[in-house]
Each structure stands twice: as structure tokens, then as C-alpha cells.
């Protein structure tokens, strides 16, 4: 069974806004970092944000101002609201879950639990 389920992917067109979730599927990963991470064809997967079972949060220097990580810790849900979308913004976005030793670091390597992705795809 996946871990986690992502939702909310889809294609809009630059300057444009999605919202995707990130729902588990059993435990609830609430003593857990949480975060989301993407990879564009022929990359590297990278970190977009992160958020610790203390509330901190971190952004990757190419979505700050623009992307925001919330978590509803009633419902056990992740969301990334994603504004002013770029091209460059085009990936498989994955949730993701786990105990690092710094949730900050966004090392994807650092997390055992994933989600099978959503895809994003902006166009100029």
C-alpha cells in the first residue's frame, strides 16, 4: 500500500495557480517532517518545501514568495498552494515523509515514505 496519495496536479498556463494535497493512507505521520519534492525529466529530485512536526518551514530558494506548505493536523492532510507559475515549474511532484535529522535540509534521499506523484505542467 502507498503511504501517501498526491492530488491537485494538472496543466495551466503561466502566472496561473494549483493547489495540491497529500493525504496518507495509514499512519499518520504526525510526529513526522513532511514535505514536497519534485522532479523535472532528466533531473535531479529536489526539494520544494518542507514542514516539521513543530510547524517550521522551509522553501527552496526558487518557490519562496510564490508557494506556500500548510498541514491540516486535524485531517492528517499536506497541501502546497503553488502561485505564479512558471515553465520552469513543469514536474512530477511527490509528497513525502519521515524523521530526518534536519527536516530543513530537504535531503530526498533522508525519506523512506512517498506518494506516487502528480504531474505539473506549465506553459508559457
Known amino acids: 500500500q502507498v503511504p501517501l496519495v498526491e492530488s491537485g496536479g494538472g496543466s495551466v498556463q503561466a502566472g496561473g495557480s494549483l493547489r495540491l494535497s497529500c493525504a496518507p493512507t495509514?499512519?499518520?505521520?504526525?510526529?513526522?517532517?513532511m514535505g514536497w519534492f519534485r522532479q523535472a525529466p532528466g533531473k535531479e529530485r529536489e526539494g520544494v518545501a518542507t514542514?516539521?512536526?513543530?510547524?517550521?518551514?522551509t522553501y527552496a530558494d526558487s518557490v519562496k514568495g510564490r508557494f506556500s506548505i500548510s498541514k491540516d493536523n486535524a485531517k492528517n492532510i499536506l497541501y502546497l498552494e503553488m502561485n505564479s507559475l512558471i515553465p520552469e515549474d513543469t514536474a512530477m511532484y511527490y509528497c513525502?515523509?519521515?524523521?530526518?535529522?534536519?527536516?530543513?535540509?530537504?535531503?530526498?534521499?533522508?525519506?523512506?515514505?512517498w506518494g506516487q506523484g502528480t504531474q505539473v505542467t506549465v506553459s508559457s
Open positions: 495509514g499512519h499518520t505521520f504526525s510526529d513526522s517532517c
Open positions: 514542514i516539521d512536526s513543530d510547524g517550521s518551514i
Open positions: 513525502a515523509a519521515d524523521t530526518p535529522y534536519e527536516c530543513s535540509n530537504m535531503d530526498y534521499w533522508a525519506f523512506a515514505y
